[in-house]
T-cell receptor, first 116, second 115 residues
Framework: AQSVTQPDIHITVSEGASLELRCNYS??????LFWYVQSPGQGLQLLLKYFSGDTLVQGIKGFEAEFKRSQSSFNLRKPSVHWSDAAEYFCAVGAGVTGGGNKLTFGTGTQLKVEL | KAGVTQTPRYLIKTRGQQVTLSCSPI?????VSWYQQTPGQGLQFLFE???????NKGNFPGRFSGRQFSNSRSEMNVSTLELGDSALYLC??????????????FGPGTRLTVT
């Protein structure tokens, strides 16, 4: 069964500092990987996705993520964090090319706090 | 294009009652998935519908059911509510059948409180 681990429950960074949120996945085949962001009281917004090809993917709001098959990781990065980035971030894995529909398995999330 | 809409946004029910939540996907999207979000269990997949057929189901009891209509709108129903059903219920829509998770767009959720 597929699974996702986000080892950091909370992360605090200063505004303007760089950010890296960790994500490790477990899946038997090539996965489809996603990062979503959730602000309080809101639904999830897709930041970026990896399906295949270039292992460094760019997303919205200046975020990027790198797929590393050897480490089963898909870490999210941002060079300079803005106060408005404070939110909860979720990594998710889809069923990949083997099918399984649109079911996503989510990690437990990382709560990001930005200090001004 | 309008985003995914969910109604109602907030709901308070009593144990033992039943509830129906509604989701209208983005125009042109034919796949609708439902997720339950709780502080203890996180985000968990409930089920997915495509072209009025349930394609995938998560590990939830039979009290949780859903359906999809010909216009792709979807409803989920929870019967015999329990306190543990209190959660944010999120709906997500996607263009098609997808392969392993096509881009999904989430609605704002319905906050269900069971007392």
């Amino acid at each position: 069964a597929q699974s996702v681990t986000q080892p950091d429950i909370h992360i605090t960074v200063s505004e303007g500092a760089s950010l890296e949120l960790r994500c490790n996945y477990s899946y038997g085949a090539t996965p489809y990987l996603f990062w979503y962001v959730q602000s309080p009281g809101q639904g999830l917004q897709l930041l970026l996705k990896y399906f295949s090809g270039d292992t460094l993917v760019q997303g919205i709001k200046g975020f990027e993520a790198e797929f590393k098959r050897s480490q089963s990781s898909f870490n999210l990065r941002k060079p300079s964090v803005h106060w408005s980035d404070a939110a909860e971030y979720f990594c998710a894995v889809g069923a990949g090319v083997t099918g399984g529909g649109n079911k996503l398995t989510f990690g437990t999330g990382t709560q990001l706090k930005v200090e001004l | 294009k309008a985003g995914v809409t969910q109604t109602p946004r907030y709901l308070i029910k009593t144990r033992g009652q039943q509830v129906t939540l509604s989701c209208s996907p983005i125009s042109g999207h034919r796949s609708v998935s439902w997720y339950q979000q709780t502080p203890g269990q996180g985000l968990q997949f409930l089920f997915e519908y495509f072209s009025e057929t349930q394609r995938n189901k998560g590990n939830f009891p039979g009290r949780f059911s859903g359906r999809q209509f010909s216009n792709s709108r979807s409803e989920m129903n929870v019967s015999t509510l329990e306190l543990g059903d209190s959660a944010l219920y999120l709906c997500a829509s996607s263009v098609g059948a997808g392969q392993g998770g096509g881009e999904q767009y989430f609605g704002p959720g319905t906050r269900l409180t069971v007392t």
